[in-house]
């Protein structure tokens, strides 16, 4: 081998594994999965989340609403216009100064851009949407903004992780702070890194969102999970973006 | 409108071994589990799928209700001659789709 390739492999693996680590011991859930699972997800032809992201694509070409836009009316094409953006939400709207999450973004934009209905929360069609545009993410890292106004909000996310609840009386740091890597049954317990949504994951056999993901650990505490639209799943979304500031986005993920 | 993903060389040697991909959207309803109100979801499954290559099949599988939702088949074939590969899947409550793609063969 030349001492060119040499260097060359060393940057790669370097940079490689700086990506996969960051240094610092935070580890994906991408990580945690069998190489199987890493497989399918890594090729696009294999990865059931791309259905969903070529429906979300058709999608964001249709005109849709009183104003008869389509989402690339305004925003065109999306690789460009909508590039990292997944990375940094939650965030707050510019037009009602309230944080949301894409989600909630995109239905804004149905609401008042469109004039349409909101898509229903965990619908095929929002999920389709939003795995369209966490895509064109894949490999950014997580930039959570630094607006003021999402200080408070990240502040209760923060507390709510650390909060006991349920009939287990656990918090999510038990499992995912002082027991990442460690099995839970069959599961291993990931670190618990909003990396990849929405996620298809196996046991769903269906795509589904983060608010989804944390209502699944909610209920294995046997706590009662909040309501779709309460504000504590945009508290701890925005707190888990925190923590996982600089791991790189790898959505659509598949997951078990 | 079926959502299909298929996956297939858009060129190939004569002789050579070729690895086709197909995902299609679909529930793969069991039939065996009971909906929220108790009673069973009616079952619906993908049957069949098959391939053919300018008409002749390559490859044909019959589907179960173990299969997962989504499906996503592999196969390989020998690049014979330039023309059509052609996928369809067919099942419960009249459920059938097509899609094809191009090769050429030198």
Same mark, same amino acid.
């Given at each position: ?256 | ?39 069973? +979801?009616?079952? $619906?499954?993908?049957?069949? @799928? #098959? *391939? ?5 099949? =390559?490859?044909?599988?019959?589907? /179960?209700?173990? +299969?997962?939702? $989504?499906?996503?088949?592999? @196969? #390989? *074939? ?5 023309? =059509?590969?052609?996928?369809?899947? /067919? ?16």
């Amino acid at each position: 081998m030349t001492g060119l390739r040499l260097a060359a492999v060393l940057i790669a693996v370097f940079t490689a594994s700086f990506a996969l680590a960051q240094g610092d011991g935070r580890r994906s859930g991408y990580q945690d999965m069998s190489p199987a699972l890493q497989k399918m997800q890594d090729d696009d032809t294999a990865n059931p989340a791309m259905l969903f992201v070529q429906a979300g694509a058709s999608a964001w070409t249709e005109k849709a609403g009183a104003a008869g836009k389509s989402c690339a009316d305004c925003h065109g094409d999306a690789s460009s216009s909508m590039k990292g953006v997944a990375a940094r939400y939650p965030a707050v709207a510019p037009e009602t100064g309230q944080p949301v999450d894409l989600e909630g973004r995109i239905n804004l934009c149905r609401t008042t851009r469109q004039l349409a209905d909101p898509l229903a929360a965990e619908s095929d069609g929002l999920l389709a949407l939003g795995a369209y545009i966490a895509l064109q993410s894949r490999g950014q890292p997580i930039a959570p903004p630094g607006d003021p106004r999402l200080s408070s909000l990240r502040a209760e996310g923060a507390d709510l992780y650390k909060r006991r609840q349920g009939q287990l009386n656990l918090s999510c740091a038990n499992c995912h702070d002082d027991n990442a890597g460690r099995k839970l049954a069959g599961a291993s317990i990931p670190q618990g890194h909003p990396t990849g949504y929405p996620i298809y994951r196996l046991e769903w056999q269906a795509l589904g969102s983060l608010k989804r993901r944390l209502r699944n650990c909610v209920v294995g505490l046997r706590a009662e999970p909040w309501p779709y639209e309460a504000r504590e799943y945009l508290a701890l979304e925005s707190w888990l973006m925190v923590r996982a500031r600089g791991l790189a986005i790898d959505a659509p993920a598949v997951r078990p | 409108m079926a959502n299909v993903l298929v996956n297939a060389p858009k060129t190939a040697k004569k002789g050579q071994v070729v690895e086709i991909k197909a995902l299609i959207m679909h529930v793969m309803e069991t039939g065996f589990r009971p909906g929220t109100n108790g009673r069973i +979801i009616p079952r $619906n499954i993908i049957e069949d @799928f #098959s *391939a053919t290559w300018n008409g002749r099949e =390559i490859f044909r599988m019959k589907m /179960s209700p173990a +299969i997962a939702a $989504n499906p996503f088949v592999s @196969f #390989s *074939a020998v690049a014979s001659e330039s023309g =059509i590969i052609a996928f369809r899947w /067919s099942g419960d409550e009249g459920f059938v789709a097509a899609h094809q793609v191009d090769i050429t063969v030198t």
